[in-house]
């Protein structure tokens, strides 16, 4: 739905801009999110190829099918695993 990835690139560049608010010196902001907000992360992208000076990072638990789907270059589905962060374990 690019509607909402549309929408949420304005997430990050709202957020890059409150963060500069007091400090003009301080361009790069580092946004973490959860592998299972991938949307964010895409409009993350997004808006950094739009020019905002963000750093992403992808913030994973046990449940890292993504991380080991990008080391690997393999899908493989496993059980998931219970863990504090459920928007993680997706």
């Known amino acids: ?51 905002v000076p963000i750093k992403l990072v992808v913030a994973t638990n046990d449940n890292d099918v993504l991380h080991r789907f990008f080391q690997t270059g393999t899908y493989k589905r496993c059980p998931a695993k219970r863990t504090v962060a459920p928007s993680m374990d997706i």
């Not at 929408?7 to 007091?22: E, F, G, K, M, P």
């Not at 299972?36 to 739009?50: I, P, S, W």
């Open 1 to 51: 739905n690019w509607a909402r990835i549309l929408a949420q690139i304005t997430y990050h560049v709202w957020a890059w801009l409150r963060s500069t608010d007091n400090d003009a010196s301080h361009r790069e902001t580092v946004h973490i999110t959860p592998t299972g907000n991938f949307g964010d992360v895409l409009a993350g992208y997004y808006a950094k190829r739009m020019g």
